[in-house]
C-alpha cells in the first residue's frame, strides 16, 4: 500500500516494514494522520536502512523521529521495521 503525504513525500508499506521517500526539503509532520504510518500493536518503527549514509555518499543518517513530531530528512528515503 501506499500513500503521498505532500507533494514531495511518498509513504509505501509492506507488512512490518515502511519506505518513505521524500524528493524535497526536510519536513516536520507535527500530526500525522495516516494510518500507513501507525507501527503494529505495542511495537515501534525502527531505522533499518537510509540512502543518507556515507556508503551512499550521503552526509550521514539522520535519524527519523517516529513519536511525536515526525522528521524526515530532505532528498531521502529511509526504510523502518517495526519493533517489539
Known amino acids: ?50 540512502s543518507d549514509s556515507p556508503e551512499y555518499g550521503g552526509p550521514g543518517i539522520t535519524p527519523v523521529n517516529t513519536r511525536g513530531t515526525w522528521v524526515v530528512p530532505a532528498r531521502a528515503a529511509v526504510l523502518l521495521t517495526a519493533r517489539p
Open 1 to 50: 500500500m501506499g500513500s503521498a503525504l505532500t507533494d514531495d513525500v511518498l509513504v509505501l508499506r509492506y507488512q512490518r516494514r515502511v519506505l518513505i521517500v521524500n524528493l524535497g526539503d526536510e519536513i516536520r509532520l507535527d500530526i500525522v494522520n495516516e494510518p500507513l504510518l501507525a507501527p503494529p500493536l505495542d511495537e515501534y518503527w525502527d531505522l533499518l536502512w537510509s
